[in-house]
């Protein structure tokens, strides 16, 4: 389920916020389907299915507006989010509530972040979904093999009657996940990412909203037409990962977790490789770039659900890999970053 809070993610590069690489949670855009039936008192495959695509619907087609609360870290940050469909246009705005300045105004072709105190517009396309309250594609068979599935308590949530379901991993290599989701409407309500002790290290959850009110396009705009004279703008270009061979490949991926992206960024001014795998719930981002002339920070790290591990290869590359996994797999990966043998 941000990567200041990243409920809509510009994607800076590969050590910077959480949700910013590829795929991810407010839990992570689109669909899931069928999932496995566990005992008599947990939910069948076929209401599994059906709760997810009504969750994930509800994210898309929903009009909302409420209040974002995410913790990580021992932190709190605080955004107001508006989500609006008019006809088949999706628009959503962001605006942090507390600590430094920023709206993000998102589209279905384009996201623009504007940060006043530093006067500065980032410009980027919209390549995936993923944000709060949205969920990520289906990989079905790693869902139904690695998670099992539960329907747990209900509870009320910002006012609101909800259910909640449960994700927890078969083994060590994945986080576990709980959602909550509105009983009336499908929607998602709230997030949780559990560690390997099944303690919460994110969490996500709307503490007032609005669903299915009428809104009027003023509330989802941007602060100006077009920016004043002293203020930079800041562009991607246009298709900002582009799908081709890199030459790169991960020989130990986890089981369940698989490719669902591979190409070219432009980071920093040149190229990057640019790897994401994804078991369905979550994505793990692996990044190869010639050592940059600075000093690096190697080994693990965190940022709040998202760890990050950086190793120096063959004294010429940077390998970058972070994702919302356990410390040990965003390793286990890392070390596992290879040439593709020539053919």
Not at 254 to 261: H, N, T
Request: charged share 25%.
């Amino acid at each position: 389920m941000s990567r200041a809070p990243t409920l809509l993610l510009e994607r800076t590069g590969p050590r910077v916020k959480a949700r910013e690489h590829g795929l991810s949670l407010l839990a992570r855009q689109a669909a899931f389907t069928v999932f496995l039936v566990l005992c008599a008192r947990s939910a069948t495959a076929d209401e599994a299915a059906a709760w997810l695509q009504r969750a994930a619907n509800a994210a898309r087609q929903l009009n909302y507006t409420g209040t974002v609360v995410y913790q990580h870290s021992g932190r709190v940050e605080t955004s107001h989010l508006v989500h609006m469909l008019d006809g088949r246009n999706e628009f959503e705005k962001l605006v942090n509530l507390d600590g430094p300045a920023r709206e993000v105004i998102r589209n279905d072709e384009q996201i623009r972040c504007y940060y006043p105190d530093a006067k500065i517009v980032r410009i980027e396309p919209r390549t995936f979904r993923n944000a709060f309250p949205s969920l990520l594609p289906p990989q079905v068979n790693a869902l139904t093999e690695y998670y099992l599935f539960r329907k747990a308590e209900r509870a009320r949530i910002a006012g609101m009657e909800a259910q909640a379901y449960v994700f927890e991993p078969k083994d060590g290599l994945r986080y576990g996940h709980k959602f909550w989701a509105d009983i009336a409407s499908g929607l998602l309500l709230k997030a949780r990412l559990l560690n390997e002790k099944s303690e919460p290290v994110e969490q996500f959850a709307f503490t007032d909203i609005q669903i299915g009110a009428k809104l009027d396009r003023e509330l989802v705009k941007p602060p100006f037409e077009s920016p004043p004279a002293d203020w930079q703008v800041r562009e991607a270009l246009p298709g900002e990962v582009v799908p081709q061979e890199t030459g790169w490949s991960v020989r130990e991926v986890p089981p369940g977790f698989s490719k669902v992206v591979e190409g070219y960024r432009q980071l920093r001014g040149k190229a990057v490789a640019h790897i994401v795998y994804s078991d369905g719930l979550v994505a793990v981002s692996v990044f190869v770039e010639p050592t940059p002339s600075t000093p690096q920070q190697f080994g693990p790290s965190q940022q709040g659900g998202i760890n990050i591990y950086s190793r120096q290869l063959d004294n010429n590359y940077l390998v970058t890999v972070l994702g919302e996994a356990p410390g040990l797999t965003v390793k286990q990966i890392a070390f596992s970053v290879a040439r593709k043998p020539s053919q």
